[in-house]
């Protein structure tokens, strides 16, 4: 058992273990663009913060009247993608040094993410986050995506732990809904800073309004020492 006792931290990872999105952004752009779709804008990307990947192509097609089905879009994203991804992606530093704090201390830990299986080992392996992060869901792998709690549910089933000990690492408010449906606490760190104040938010334990740049590994351990009695 660890110092924290019976605590589990389940992290999702885009915008929350690394700054992923600018590489989703440039494969939506291009993708959207080669099926005669200019102009996708930052702006327009970041509703889809939080949203799996395969959610997100369902509404493109629709919002953009797209011919091309799903799986074939899927495709084309994916691979656009992994190409970024394996190229450059960024680990938030204290996101980083918590990890390893809490390796060190032997806490059980997941990875509960809304990208593809490929998409999750490519950011794990070519960031040296798998050294520390080995039991990895994705929403691939479950019936419903975020805000559904399957995907949480499905990590604290494979760490062995109860829902009530896991501890959620969120940025987005589909995963902060999905961490409460699922009855685990979340720590909220937005990653889109003008969607603080959503409903979703409120129901997280801790909620840095800030941001990345408000997060430090020895305040958020500091917080779940706090919290490590059941919910």
Not at 61 to 71: H, I, N, P, Q, T
Not at 98 to 111: I, R, S
Not at 172 to 185: D, N
Not at 196 to 208: K, M, N, P, S, V
Request: include cysteine; aromatic fraction near 8%.
């Amino acid at each position: 058992m660890s110092t924290l006792g019976t605590l589990s931290v389940i992290f999702d990872l885009d915008g929350t273990l690394v700054d992923s999105e600018p590489n989703y952004y440039e494969a939506g752009r291009q993708t959207l663009a080669e099926y005669g779709v200019p102009d996708f804008s930052w702006t327009e990307h970041e509703r889809y913060v939080g949203i799996s990947t395969r959610e997100t192509i369902a509404d493109w097609r629709e919002r953009y009247g797209l011919r091309a089905g799903v799986e074939e879009l899927l495709a084309v994203k994916n691979r656009r993608y992994l190409e970024l991804a394996r190229a450059s992606t960024r680990v938030y530093p204290q996101m980083r040094a918590f990890v390893e704090l809490l390796a060190g201390e032997g806490v059980p830990m997941a990875v509960a993410s809304g990208s593809s299986p490929e998409a999750i080992e490519a950011i794990l392996s070519s960031t040296g986050l798998d050294a520390h992060l080995r039991t990895v869901v994705s929403a691939d792998e479950v019936a419903r995506g975020k805000p559904a709690p399957d995907v949480f549910l499905e990590a604290a089933r494979r760490l062995g732990a109860a829902p009530g000990d896991c501890v959620v690492l969120e940025d987005a408010a589909p995963g902060a809904a999905a961490a409460h449906a699922a009855g685990m606490r979340c720590i909220a760190i937005p990653y889109v800073a003008a969607q603080a104040d959503a409903a979703e938010f409120a129901t997280a334990g801790l909620l840095l309004r800030g941001g990345q740049r408000e997060f430090t590994a020895r305040a958020a351990h500091a917080w779940l020492t706090r919290s490590a009695g059941p919910a």
